[in-house]
């Protein structure tokens, strides 16, 4: 679940640099525990579900911080959407300005090069398997999330005329 959103101190005003980064980087940590939590559980194929859906969340909410949300990537003017989608795709982006389907998360795996498969097999072995299960998790959360923040990082910082969230919304840890 994505933290509530908390306007920063001045309406309007964009977040300080980092504050993003850093505010972001607190959710996926967050959001981590719980998908590597759920990937203990010793039943096969239900962490892949939770999983997912933990991780379509932050990766819109991360979108959404960032001002880089479908909607809000709509409401630009046409150039600038294309300016968006222009630099997104230079930075190898599949996450920035999409809704996070299924499909669109399995092909950002596939862009880290990560199988699931070896988090599935580790759930065979009893108890040291269910470790691993949950730290390949957790690791591959954190690490497709990192990535994502470092992309809209890097579309943001390419587009300094693109407006800042609105009401400047942070997230709340």
């Known amino acids: ?6 306007p920063s101190t001045t309406p309007g005003a964009a977040p300080a640099p980092g504050e993003r ?12 525990w719980k998908a590597a939590g759920v990937s203990a559980m ?3 194929g239900v962490d892949l579900a939770v999983n997912a859906h933990l991780l379509a969340q932050t990766v819109n909410e ?12 709509a409401a630009l003017p046409p150039a600038q959407r294309l300016k968006v989608d222009e630099i997104a795709r230079k930075v190898g982006s599949y996450l920035v300005g ?12 596939r862009a880290l090069g990560l199988r699931l498969s070896a988090q599935q097999a580790a759930k065979a072995a009893p108890v040291v398997g269910l470790a691993a299960s949950a730290a390949l998790s957790g690791w591959l959360f954190v690490r497709l999330c990192d990535r994502h923040i470092a992309h809209c990082e890097q579309v943001r910082a390419a587009l300094l005329e693109l ?5 400047a919304q942070v997230i709340d840890v």
């Open 1 to 6: 679940m994505a933290g509530r959103a908390k």
């Open 21 to 32: 980064a850093r505010a972001c980087r607190r959710l996926v940590r967050r959001q981590a």
């Open 42 to 44: 010793p039943v096969l």
């Open 62 to 73: 991360i979108n959404r911080v960032y001002g880089l949300s479908p909607g809000q990537i």
């Open 98 to 109: 999409r809704v996070a389907t299924q499909a669109v998360l399995i092909a950002a795996l």
């Open 163 to 167: 407006p800042a969230p609105e009401l």
